[in-house]
């Protein structure tokens, strides 16, 4: 890879997401000068499109979440992509795990009331944790803490009321039929990305931002942050002077674990139709959600999350593996064993660009989120699914923030090119 030696106007530190929408942006404003400074040697970053058995499987983000308020559906759609608009049954997913329909309708019942409880609590002065609204002794409490390792990528204990109702759900969920990794590779196809050129310091003394990479050091007015929070937390990226609110505010936004294994399926699992959704247990934490044949596909995604996730992730796919097909044998039978060979899994946790899946906010940090998008000087912008007011932890949040940032950036070049302007012409007159 060549030496970096440039300077620029606007520097975006970060493919994903947030830096793509960032720099689409900039570049649609007519700004030529722009460079995306990325550490992996491919574009998207939580967001990862894999084809091991021929089809596509997205390691990361896959559904438009909000998809009827999401900018990207109608993107995707313009760029050719295809709109699978079929909706998840994920509220119906426990009548394949061994539950009868009434004690399902008891879980649905017992999450309304949780959602009640979250929105009275949100209103009151002090912010708590999602596990104290749950009913001593209630039988689904194991199985709440299950949902929400998948929602949040942490147990309730870890998340705060306040932050977790900000999250604006319209209940509308979409996905793409080529994956959401290949539709953000398509988004960026024509940005100034430079790969392998990860960034471990910014330097904002001077009247230019420097910024040191792996591959050499780039000189900029205005820079746009999109690395994830715990990145900025654990100080992977430096910056001075040094920004301890940023710091703060980032371990406050913890980014929490969730991670998929793709197992290869021959044949039908005995009463589940293509598309299903099943849970493992219902009465254990550590569980993972299946989707049967996704798309038709000869598949299974597994999804897990929290504590569980983390520890199946230092064992490796191997144990992830054991564990799905256990489930599944106690729901199936023995014989199912025979139909299922692992294809590939994920491990976000241990992703050095990532350590870890999405961010949730601590209770009392709800916050954070505002506090990490702020500017700094009105030079150097941040933003990424963290500083998401509303869709927060999500792809379309972190495209969003990078929309606002390069915005935002935008304007204080333009502000600072009228003032160099008028200064110019005062001192002419
Ligand atoms: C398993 C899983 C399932 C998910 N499911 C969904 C879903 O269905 N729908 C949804 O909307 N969202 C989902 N998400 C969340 C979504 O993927 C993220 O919220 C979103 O992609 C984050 O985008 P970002 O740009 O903020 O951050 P990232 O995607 O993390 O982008 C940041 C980029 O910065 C780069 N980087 C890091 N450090 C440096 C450095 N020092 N120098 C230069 N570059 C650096 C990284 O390599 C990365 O490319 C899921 C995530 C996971 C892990």
């Known amino acids: 890879m060549a030496e970096l030696r440039s300077e620029t106007n606007f520097a975006v530190v970060g493919a994903g997401a947030a830096g793509i929408g960032a720099a689409r942006r900039l570049l649609d404003a007519g700004s030529l000068s722009v460079v995306v400074l990325e550490a992996r040697n491919r574009v998207g970053g939580r967001v990862h499109t894999i084809a091991p058995a021929g089809f596509p499987l997205d390691r990361g983000a896959e559904w438009l979440h909000s998809a009827d308020r999401n900018p990207l559906s109608s993107i995707a759609e313009r760029l050719g992509f295809s709109i699978h608009r079929r909706p998840p049954e994920w509220t119906s997913r426990l009548r394949h795990s061994g539950v009868a329909v009434e004690a399902e309708a008891d879980w649905r019942a017992t999450r309304e009331a949780q959602a009640r409880a979250r929105r009275a609590a949100a209103a009151e002065p002090v912010d708590r944790p999602l596990s104290s609204l749950l009913v001593p002794g209630g039988r689904w409490n194991e199985l709440l803490d299950a949902t929400s390792t998948w929602g949040n990528g942490a147990e309730l204990d870890r998340v705060s009321v306040k932050d977790y109702v900000r999250y604006e759900d319209s209940g509308t969920n979409w996905r793409l039929r080529e994956g959401y990794g290949r539709f953000f590779e398509t988004l960026a196809k024509d940005l100034p990305v430079e790969f392998e050129a990860a960034v471990s310091r910014v330097d904002h003394t001077g009247r230019s931002i420097r910024l040191e990479t792996a591959r050499g050091t780039v000189t900029a007015s205005r820079v746009i942050v999109t690395m994830p929070s715990s990145i900025i937390a654990a100080q992977r990226l430096r910056f001075e002077p040094t920004l301890p609110e940023k710091v703060e505010a980032a371990a406050g936004l913890p980014l929490g674990v969730d991670d998929k294994l793709f197992i290869s399926l021959s044949g039908q699992l005995p009463g589940v139709e293509g598309g ?3 849970i493992g247990s219902t009465t254990s934490r550590q569980t993972m959600s299946y989707q049967v044949r996704p798309f038709d596909r000869p598949a299974i995604h597994c999804f897990f999350g929290g504590r569980f996730a983390a520890a199946l992730e230092r064992e490796g796919e191997g144990a992830m593996f054991s564990f799905a097909a256990g489930e599944l044998v106690r729901l199936f039978g023995s014989d199912v064993r025979r139909q299922l060979t692992p294809l590939a899994s994920s491990a976000w946790l241990a992703d050095p660009w990532a350590r870890g899946s999405y961010s949730y906010a601590l209770p009392g940090h709800a916050d954070n989120r505002a506090a990490l998008a702020a500017a700094v000087d009105d030079r150097l912008f941040f933003a ?14 972190a495209y969003i923030s990078g929309l606002t940032a390069a915005e935002a950036a935008l304007a204080s070049l333009r502000r600072w ?4 302007d008028s200064r110019e012409a005062a001192a002419a007159n």
């Open 276 to 278: 299903a959704y099943l």
């Open 384 to 397: 990424g699914e963290a500083t998401s007011p509303n869709f927060f932890s999500t792809a379309h949040g």
């Open 417 to 420: 090119k009228s003032g160099v």
